[in-house]
């Protein structure tokens, strides 16, 4: 089968958008956008070049019936996509709940629509060549200017702060596996391993700690890479690499001696959650104005809600006008001010009942069966959305970043590109 290039104006814009999608929600959000055209895009060329109407000998009719890994992987997440729409969709209506809230799972079905037509349909529209670095170069530009947004101004990013460093995790760990690969040129692979790092001293600088788990990820991602002699091949390494790895770890060193204010702020943000969490088993209702201290006491007066009506949940109007009167009652304004139980899971089960959890476990399991499904073929895109897996199902822990538009756009992109260079690997150039 032929396969061509990304239009180069198109695909220049598309790279532009993605490496600067941090610095503001609309960016990010037209670089999904862009995303969904190409796939539209896609169809529409694959009808207009009548490829659907060749003999039954084509090389299209033998694909169609023998499906590359890709294109199932591609339609086990728009089925995900789909079904976990669906189930959250029916307690949403039965509650005549706000659809502005949901979104997340509209972006996510159209941005999996377009990565089946991305994937599938001819022309077969492919990253060739130098597309194939550029957009790791982008994704590597992502991470260095969430770094300078996180740095600039803290917790102050475009959009929620726990919601925006998850969104820049999704970036770092797209990124992460392309160090892995051994017929990309090791300069471009040694920059990419510094803009994982800027990446994720993005997500530090944040002072987001329930999207520290990046940090997790890397180490134990790492570790397996180490021992499986995949990433580090201690042999091979030149003298200059070991110079290069002895100065960062002296500056490293040095950093934590000089501790500066940056430092200071994110030691003592992880510190304040022992101090939140303690105060939260002596005083309850001064703790219930703290950051920690509300989550525990949302969390625990969720579990008794759902104990009382687990199957139907209450709807998401009823359940914000419960957190409000729970805050009310401890006499928090903390609470009161909040729309949600900072906890993607349980504000699911406390709005929508079982289903409401349902949909959320049906749309991480479709992610875990793409990753099954490339592990063998595709490694690295295998690893990278393992990876956006572990954080979108860690970070949503202690925040419901579902609420926000731009982390469905952004989680609807990372799991299309994933998926997008996957396919372009067994594109010839």
Not at 98 to 116: C, F, K, P, Q, S
Not at 175 to 198: G, T
Not at 236 to 245: H, R, Y
């Amino acid at each position: 089968m032929s396969h061509r290039p990304f239009p180069t104006l198109a695909f220049a814009f598309f790279s532009l958008c993605l490496a600067a999608a941090p610095t503001s929600t609309k960016i990010g959000g037209l670089a999904w956008v862009l995303l969904c055209l190409m796939g539209l895009w896609a169809f529409v060329k694959s009808y207009s070049s009548k490829a659907l109407e060749v003999g039954a000998h084509s090389p299209y009719n033998y694909l169609e019936s023998s499906p590359s890994a890709i294109e199932e992987a591609a339609r086990v997440w728009l089925l995900a996509c789909l079904a976990a729409a669906a189930i959250r969709f029916l307690p949403h209506a039965f509650w005549q709940d706000n659809w502005d809230r949901r979104h997340a799972e509209i972006r996510l079905i159209l941005g999996a629509l377009a990565t089946v037509a991305l994937v599938k349909w001819p022309p077969f529209y492919r990253l060739l060549g130098a597309q194939k670095v550029i957009l790791s170069y982008a994704l590597a530009l992502a991470c260095f200017v969430g770094f300078g947004v996180a740095a600039l101004y803290g917790r102050e990013t475009p959009v929620h702060a726990i919601a925006w460093a998850v969104c820049l995790s999704f970036m770092v760990c797209l990124l992460a596996p392309k160090v892995l690969d051994s017929s990309v040129p090791s300069a471009h692979r040694k920059f990419w391993v510094l803009a994982v790092l800027m990446g994720s001293m993005g997500v530090v600088l944040s002072q987001s700690r329930g999207v520290y788990g990046l940090l997790i990820w890397l180490t134990l991602a790492g570790y397996v890479a180490a021992s499986n002699r995949m990433l580090l091949q201690f042999s091979t390494f030149k003298p200059a690499t070991w110079v290069s790895v002895g100065l960062a770890f002296l500056g490293f060193i040095w950093i934590l001696g000089t501790q500066p204010p940056w430092l200071t702020s994110v030691m003592q943000r992880v510190s304040e959650i022992w101090v939140e969490a303690s105060l939260a088993q002596s005083n309850p209702s001064e703790a219930a104005n703290t950051s920690v201290g509300s989550r525990l006491f949302l969390w625990s007066k969720a579990l008794d809600a759902i104990e009382v009506q687990p199957w139907f949940g209450y709807g998401k109007e009823n359940s914000i006008a419960m957190i409000k009167q729970w805050g009310l009652e401890i006499n928090s304004a903390q609470v009161q001010k909040l729309g949600h139980l900072h906890h993607e899971f349980l504000d699911a089960w406390v709005s929508h009942g079982l289903m409401g959890i349902l949909s959320l476990l049906v749309m991480a399991t479709g992610m875990g069966l793409v990753v099954r499904k490339l592990w063998v073929p595709h490694p690295r895109a295998a690893q990278g959305v393992l990876g956006i897996l572990f954080m979108h199902l860690t970070a949503g822990l202690s925040n419901t970043n579902m609420g926000h538009n731009y982390y469905g756009a952004m989680l609807s992109l990372s799991v299309g590109l994933a998926l997008v260079m996957a396919a372009s690997e067994e594109a010839k150039n």
